[in-house]
Structures are given as C-alpha cells and as structure tokens.
C-alpha cells in the first residue's frame, strides 16, 4: 500500500496563477483532510471531508476549494494563488472521523 | 475552541540524554490526546495517544500519561537517539470534535 500520495511535491506559481493539489489513499478510508504548516503555526487545517459526498470549512478555508473526487481522491484549489498562500500542503486521511490520522508527505508551494 | 501550548524549541540534546516535551492544553469534555512526530522532509505520524486520564501512551520508547488534573500530557524519552531528530507535535481531541488541534510542534535535535 502506498498509504497517502500528494502530488507535485513541489511547485512555483505567480501571483494569479490557478493550480490544484492533489490527495490520494488507497486505505478505503472514509475521511480525507487537508493542513497547511507554516513556521512557528503548527497546522491549520483548510478543509475536510468526513465521508465522501461531504466536505466543510476547516479553520482557514478562504482561497481555497475542495473537491472529493470518490472514496480515495480529494483535491484543494487554489483559484488565485497570492503570496500568503506559500506553505507546506498535507493531506490526510482516517478510517472514520474519530480514528487516527494518517499523513501524505507534503506539497511545498512557493507563489511569487 | 480547544488549544494546546508546546515548550518551545529546538531542544538540543547528547545522544543517551533524558527527554522530556511539555505539552499542556485546553479543550472542552474528556479529549484524547496524540503526540504526532514529523521526521526531515515526510508527513506526520502518530507517534503514542491516550484516551482517558492517567492512561500511559508509549511508543518507540516515548512515553506520554494523560494528566486530567494538570491538563498536561508531556512527551518524555530515557536516553534519546540521533534518529529521534525531528519536530514533535502535540494534539488534543476533544470529545465533541473529530478534528485535533495541533500545537507549533516543538524541533528536537540529537547530536552524536
């Protein structure tokens, strides 16, 4: 099993510029997350989604969207890239929503 | 909403020092509290929980007791291993949430 996949791992954009992170578990897991890390702020997570077909506002969601694809994928969007969107992107994802989570290794977007 | 506090870092230590992380929180109910650990360029992973007070999480040698008078849950390693070297992160789950609160995670550096 590869667990969590994120891709790309890396990436630069421009201020503007749209792109789309994406999450994939092969764990049959029904809840999907994904967190942002910046320096000295621990995680903030962005969205949820506790089953497929659902999906909520985390505690910083603005400039963001969420798309849960089926069981396994789950992508975040950024429409308009802008500079405090530069940070370490993780997703996550559990069994059901009171299970342990289980961590992909991180997309590190730059925006210029 | 819940909140957690970590000591700051980084802590240095020799290798075979003792290790002690303090983690104390607020959080509303009985939560259950996880130490995840972010090894250099990977996601988080669990690394101990406890679900209820007094309960002893252990894990790789790690060690964490769930102290409901304290609200504490300090992470505490005998004698420490250069590849113990990364950021710890404590989280608390509260009981009416499924989502945990991470705090800054705390870096610790093992030399030789």
């Known amino acids: 099993n590869a667990g969590v996949t994120q891709t790309p791992k890396f990436q630069v954009l421009k201020t503007g510029q749209s792109m789309t992170l994406q999450c994939a578990q092969d764990?049959?897991?029904?809840?999907m997350y994904w967190y942002r890390q910046d320096p000295g702020m621990g995680l903030r997570l962005i969205y949820y989604?506790?089953?497929?077909?659902?999906?909520d506002k985390g505690e910083v969601p603005n400039g963001y969207n969420v798309s849960r694809l089926n069981k396994r994928e789950f992508s975040l969007r950024l429409e308009s890239a802008a500079p405090s969107q530069t940070s370490v992107y993780f997703c996550?994802?559990?069994?059901?929503?009171?299970?342990?989570?289980?961590f992909g290794p991180g997309t590190r977007l730059l925006v210029l | 909403g819940d909140s957690v506090t970590q000591m700051e870092g980084p802590v240095t230590l020799s290798e075979e020092a003792f290790l002690t992380i303090n983690c104390t929180y607020t959080?509303?109910?009985?939560?259950?509290l996880f130490w995840y650990v972010q090894y250099p360029g990977e996601g988080l992973q669990l690394l101990l929980k406890?679900?209820?007070?007094?309960d002893k999480g252990s894990n790789k040698g790690f060690e964490a007791t769930y102290r409901k008078e304290t609200t504490s849950f300090h992470l505490e390693k005998g004698s420490v291993q250069v590849s113990d070297s990364a950021v710890y992160f404590c989280a608390p789950r509260s009981g009416g949430s499924y989502i945990p609160t991470f705090g800054r995670g705390t870096s610790l550096i093992v030399h030789p």
């Open positions: 406890a679900t209820k007070a007094d």
């Open positions: 996550a994802s559990s069994p059901t929503d009171q299970e342990t989570q289980y």
């Open positions: 764990m049959n897991h029904n809840s």
């Open positions: 989604s506790a089953s497929e077909g659902t999906t």
């Open positions: 959080a509303t109910g009985y939560p259950s």
